[in-house]
């Protein structure tokens, strides 16, 4: 038998040097196949290494006005434990929600649409139609174990805010049971196991003007959801003080607090005074989340910001698409009064037999419709930098509609076109 250089034998049969020639294939084959296979394992160790995306945590209150908070200028101590959540976050001092209550804001915070250009309303017999996609529809199509615990039997399954939530638990005590805590903390630990991370949770809590309460219940629940490192925290009032009438700025006027699961500086401010809604919640979390806007989305909802989005208590006017921003108050058939809100000013007046015609109502007749507006405070962001004890309360109403240099008409004219454009 012929032998190589090496004195190798080799085989001269044709036979033998194809069996030869297949056998090297073989071999090669599965040396490029066991290559591949410890790329694959390399790539799922580096995948296992790297941190997941942030849980994201949305907690909702029914009824409760900002300014009964400490961190909003309220009373020391008032609402501690909810201010804490936003430690290395913001709060927004101008943050406004359009509804007139509870079910229609929560409409509002899911869908990211503003009242009028949703079907959810207060009365008990309207739900969230399947065509609009709410946050928890979008996350869990990315990927989010979601789940939601509702402490209202107004926001129960049969008002279809239940859409994209794989759990939905709706028979949780509100916080004047001296068990709620507990019972929402628990129901929590009993949903967690096995749903490992990104999870997004709602929360609703209802009572939330027990201050007591609501702090022992904000405590439960930060402990029953573990680790806050990787966790964004999104805290917002669905209506404010609800005893005021309806255009009075602190029914309006909201407590909204954002911590973004990316930490930021610990010298950043702790205010913002741009002007915020619950139209911004959506958005604000799907951005947290890395999922991008779908052409069909509001995008007169841009999102509060974020460490990781972009700067989080920039001055309301440094730009012209936030100084342009108008959200109309109330507006709906049931309100006797509408209003506007901008970065500058909360305008309200009686209803006018020409809202809806396009056309802003005469000067002369602002007296009769009891016209008023406030002005919201302009911080110097660098003689007075928003401090984190600061007492974040607007100027008095002023009624001196007809003077030359009042904002009024102006502002007539911005809330005339948006009661035709919403109907």
């Not at 012929?2 to 297949?22: F, H, I």
């Not at 909204?256 to 950043?268: E, I, K, N, V, Y």
């Amino acid at each position: 038998m012929p032998s190589d250089m090496r004195g190798t034998p080799v085989a001269s049969d044709p036979l033998s040097r194809l069996a030869r020639s297949r056998e090297l294939r073989a071999r090669r084959s599965a040396a490029r196949l066991a290559g591949v296979l410890w790329s694959v394992a390399l790539a799922l160790a580096c995948t296992r290494e790297a941190p997941s995306r942030p849980d994201l945590v949305l907690i909702t209150l029914d009824a409760l006005p900002a300014s009964a908070l400490a961190c909003f200028g309220g009373p020391p101590e008032a609402g501690r434990g909810l201010c804490e959540q936003a430690e290395g976050g913001t709060r927004f001092a101008w943050a406004v929600s359009a509804a007139r209550g509870e079910a229609s804001a929560a409409g509002t915070v899911h869908s990211g649409l503003p009242p009028r250009l949703h079907p959810l309303d207060d009365g008990g017999a309207s739900f969230l139609p399947d065509r609009i996609e709410t946050i928890a529809e979008r996350l869990a199509e990315a990927g989010f174990r979601t789940a939601a615990f509702v402490t209202s039997p107004r926001l129960n399954r049969t008002r279809r805010l239940g859409q994209g939530f794989e759990h939905y638990e709706d028979r949780l005590p509100s916080l004047a049971d001296r068990g709620a805590p507990d019972a929402l903390a628990e129901a929590i630990r009993r949903w967690l196991p096995g749903r490992p991370a990104p999870r997004f949770v709602w929360l609703h809590l209802s009572d939330a003007r027990d201050l007591v309460a609501l702090d022992r219940a904000i405590d439960r629940v930060d402990v029953a959801l573990g680790d806050r490192r990787r966790r964004g925290v999104l805290i917002a009032g669905l209506v404010g003080d609800a005893e005021r009438p309806a255009l009075e700025w602190e029914r309006h006027r909201v407590p909204l607090l954002w911590r973004s699961p990316t930490p930021g500086p610990s010298d950043a401010p702790g205010v913002s005074f741009r002007l915020a809604s619950l139209e911004d919640v959506r958005p604000t979390l799907l951005a947290a989340a890395g999922l991008r806007p779908r052409p069909t989305d509001d995008a007169a909802a841009p999102g509060l910001g974020g460490r990781d989005l972009g700067p989080l208590a920039r001055a309301p006017r440094t730009g012209e698409a936030e100084d342009e921003r108008r959200i109309l108050l109330g507006g709906g058939p049931s309100d006797e009064s509408v209003g506007l809100a901008t970065a500058t000013h909360v305008y309200a007046r009686k209803h006018s037999a020409l809202d809806g015609s396009g056309a802003a109502i005469p000067t002369e007749t602002l007296r009769f419709h009891e016209a008023r507006f406030l002005p919201l405070p302009l911080p110097d962001p660098v003689r007075d930098p928003a401090p984190r004890s600061a007492a974040l309360r607007p100027g008095p109403w002023r009624r001196d509609v007809l003077s030359l240099d009042s904002p009024v008409p102006s502002l007539e004219t911005h809330l005339a076109r948006l009661l035709i454009g919403g109907r």
